[in-house]
């Protein structure tokens, strides 16, 4: 006997007409459409946390691991051994405080970039709006970059600084630095998917930018005059942001200007160029 | 009414990135914002009109560009000239499992899967226990990861998914191919079903049964253009020749194989017509054909008996070679008698064909659907006697 379907309760969906056409040049982001489509982010953000630590041994324990290690090897190696200077703080608290963005940026930029060509069994499959992978990659480090945060604040107190107001300014820096991630991790995902290379160049470029950015080092190293060159890369300002923030140092205002104007500029450029390409994607992934 | 999707003069190229020097001059096509050349058309100039209601296949050979305009119509991949208006809920098909992430369960896939479809995570929920009903997987086969399921276990968890969808248009790329039969033939049933509450289907197939049975209209393409648009039976039949014509050209070159049927004709009427059989009677098929197509030593005739579910209920072979110990210029004609007396009332179809000695396909002679009339009480295909009686 056949089943019969039985009743079940209607699907919420608008009758709205998508029209799919032969189109040029620049177009705007449909936000109606993202919007539409924000469960899906949700899911796909989830999706990625959880598969993340999955069959790790020592699973979301990673997450504390990573930037801790990090931490006692970068202030053994330039703190101790090269000496750096580190604006009067102990080394391993400042390298701490610019490793916690640097390290969800470098993450969020790496996995986006690779997040497509991931992706290609849904992209060639089904459609939905493609900017949502990127995202959900940037999304599914937020996580970790929260433990981070906490670990930090503790490591506050274990080394004797205060929380001060200065914290007040964390969420504002935290947006931007995920405006950052998103841009340059939207832009590397489009070009990941056409030119292959980008799997290769990634990697250098994560290492290259890291010693361009006072993560290691403080921005005081370079002549006033010529600091403001070093906050055209966005992190630059941003972190030195971070420190100032968590450490209790007075904010450079000028140089996070600076980097948030070109974290913008990066951010639109960055979804602009996604949105032009993106109806290629299933063709060439 | 509204049509639910309208193709208009629809083109795609695919661009031609297999050397490196193609990937540079693409690069540098784009820097330059030139037009680039250096593409290959897969569809050209396709019109197209799906009202609700409507069932259509889109036949051809391989690489004819069936699947490209599936995948245009899902939104998948965008046209390169020409425009595409689609109205409701799309729900594609374009490979089972399509979409499932290895590491993620059963049910985790379902959950995202379905808010690709924009349904939200409590609608999900709701649905959940009809999804699960529907694909027969139990509940620690769900909670395992995707990536431990068999095919045939994905080909279940997302069509099931589909079901509960209740797209306004389904969309299925040979789909019905995966899967074992019994499960076939629940999603036969389904799609059935769904057909005549009022959905609308969009499929490709390379099985004329699974076409004739779902599909009222065929589309034929082939390297890209329409080459016939209508009726599923005429345009499969049509097909059915041109790729026999191809195929039995190849073959005629070399020891000429290939058999054309003059005509088949069931008790002197054209086999072409859906007429009903007269159960009582013995029914006659009658093939001929020319003359100068030889049978080969070694080639049989094959018939065969389907029911509606597509069960086979009977297969008879005849070997050719006694057959036709005749005069080799002669036409031939070959007369079998049927009795269907034993069928029960309902549609069936037959089907014909010659195999040469490896059971390789020489000729597809007859593919039709008829029907016994009548009413019965008994369920099943056949008529089996029997006796009741009570001690």
């Known amino acids: 006997m056949s089943e019969t379907p039985k009743e079940v309760a209607p699907i919420e969906r608008d009758d709205h007409v998508h029209v799919i056409e032969a189109r040029k040049g620049f177009r705007s982001i449909n936000l109606k459409e993202l919007w539409d489509y924000r469960e899906l982010l949700f899911v796909l953000t989830q999706r990625d946390i959880k598969v993340r630590y999955k069959q790790t041994v020592l699973g979301v324990a990673w997450a504390v691991i990573q930037p801790l290690l990090t931490m006692i090897l970068f202030s053994v190696i330039f703190g101790k051994l090269a000496k750096i200077p580190s604006d009067g703080l102990p080394y391993p608290i400042f390298v701490y405080a610019g490793l916690l963005p640097w390290m969800f940026f470098a993450n969020a930029i790496s996995q986006s970039s690779s997040s497509l060509i991931g992706s290609s069994q849904l992209v060639s499959k089904v459609y939905f709006p493609r900017l949502i992978i990127p995202l959900s990659s940037v999304g599914s480090g937020l996580i970790d970059f929260a433990v981070s945060g906490v670990i930090l604040l503790i490591l506050m107190l274990w080394y004797g600084i205060g929380w001060s107001l200065h914290l007040l300014a964390v969420p504002l820096l935290v947006f931007a630095v995920i405006f950052t991630a998103l841009g340059v991790g939207t832009l590397l995902s489009a070009l990941t998917v056409s030119y292959r290379d980008f799997r290769y160049i990634i990697p250098f470029m994560v290492q290259f930018w890291m010693y361009a950015t006072p993560v290691v080092y403080p921005a005081s190293m370079f002549p006033e005059k010529w600091q403001w060159l070093l906050f055209i890369n966005p992190m630059a300002g941003l972190i030195e942001g971070f420190r100032s923030a968590f450490l209790n140092q007075p904010f450079d205002w000028q140089g996070i200007s600076i980097s948030l104007a070109v974290s913008v500029i990066i951010f639109l450029a960055g979804v602009m160029y996604f949105e032009k390409v993106e109806r290629r994607f299933a063709d060439i992934i | ?391």
């Not at chain 2, 226990?129 to 027969?136: A, E, K, M, N, V």
């Not at chain 2, 599923?232 to 190849?250: D, M, N, P, T, W």
């Open chain 2, 1 to 391: 009414m509204t049509p639910l999707v309208t193709l208009s003069d629809v083109s795609k190229d695919y661009p031609r990135t297999t050397t490196r020097r193609d990937r540079l001059l693409g690069l540098l096509h784009t820097l330059t914002r030139s037009a680039d050349r250096h593409v290959e058309r897969v569809l050209d100039q396709i019109s197209l009109v799906i009202e609700p209601g409507q069932s259509m296949a889109i036949i051809g050979e391989n690489g004819a560009g069936k699947s490209t305009l599936l995948k245009l119509i899902a939104g998948v991949l965008h046209p390169t000239e020409g425009q595409i208006v689609c109205r409701g809920l799309v729900a594609a098909m374009l490979e089972l499992g399509g979409g499932f992430h290895p590491e993620y369960s059963g049910i985790d896939n379902l959950k995202s899967a379905a808010s690709l479809y924009g349904v939200s995570d409590e609608g999900i929920i709701s649905l959940l226990p009809d999804i699960i009903q529907f694909s027969g997987l139990d509940e620690a086969e769900l909670n395992q990861p995707v990536k431990t399921y068999s095919s045939g276990m994905q080909a279940r968890l997302g069509f099931s998914l589909m079901t509960a969808l209740k797209p306004d248009l389904l969309i299925t790329d040979e789909v019905l191919s995966v899967g074992d039969e019994s499960f076939q033939k629940k999603c036969i049933t389904w799609i059935e079903d769904y057909l005549s509450s009022g959905g609308t289907l969009l499929m490709v197939s390379h099985s004329t049964y699974h076409i004739q049975k779902l599909c009222q209209s065929a589309m034929w393409l082939e390297q890209g253009k329409v080459l016939a648009s209508g009726d599923a039976f005429v345009v499969c039949q049509a097909y059915h020749r041109q790729s026999l014509e191809q195929h039995g050209e190849s073959l005629n070159s070399i020891d000429h194989r290939a058999i054309q049927l003059d005509q088949a004709i069931w008790d002197h009427q054209k086999c072409a017509s859906l007429d009903d059989i007269q159960i009582n009677e013995t029914n006659v098929l009658r093939m001929s054909w020319p003359g100068q197509q030889r049978l080969e030593a070694g080639w049989r005739f094959r018939f065969r008996v389907y029911g509606t579910d597509g069960q086979l209920i009977c297969c008879q072979n005849l070997n050719a070679e006694e057959q036709f110990r005749r005069a080799q210029d002669e036409p031939h004609v070959l007369r079998t008698h049927w009795s269907f007396s034993d069928l029960l009332p309902g549609h069936y179809t037959l089907d014909a064909v010659i195999l040469d000695e490896t059971d390789g396909l020489v000729s597809n002679l007859v593919d039709r659907s008829f029907r016994i009339p009548g009413r019965s009480r008994a369920f099943g295909s056949l008529r089996v006697a029997h006796q009741w009686r009570s001690e």
